[in-house]
């Protein structure tokens, strides 16, 4: 059945960095677009960055020149670089694909706060 695992949230301070990152199963990764979602308290889920299966990115207006998306098909991860962090960036974290549905990761809360 498709699995989808994030890891490496936590609290980070202001203008830190974290590196969270979601490890795929029972389909073939290579082959699916991939994006990252997050969800505030209170908030809509909303689309942070995607990745298609040929490596071209795309990027939610609020994350451009601070988030980088990457994928890693040998090992069937994806990845989210997060530099420059802000307080407003904390969310619970979610990883996506589509396979005639959709499918959710269970989530990774990131803080950032001093």
């Known amino acids: 059945q498709v699995q989808l695992v994030e890891s490496g949230g936590g609290l980070v301070q202001p203008g830190g960095s974290l590196r969270v990152s979601c490890a795929a199963s029972?389909?073939?990764?290579?082959?699916?677009?991939m994006a990252w979602y997050r969800q505030g308290p209170g908030n809509q889920r909303d689309r942070v960055a995607g990745?298609?299966?040929?490596?071209?990115?795309t990027y939610a207006d609020s994350v451009k020149g601070r988030f980088t998306i990457s994928r890693d098909n040998a090992k069937n991860t994806v990845y989210l670089q997060m530099n420059s962090l802000k307080p407003e960036d904390t969310s619970v974290y979610y990883c996506?694909?589509?396979?005639?549905?959709?499918?959710w990761g269970q989530g990774t809360q990131v803080t950032v706060s001093s």
């Open positions: 996506y694909v589509w396979l005639a549905r959709d499918y």
């Open positions: 990745i298609s299966s040929g490596g071209r990115t």
């Open positions: 029972g389909f073939t990764f290579s082959m699916y677009y």
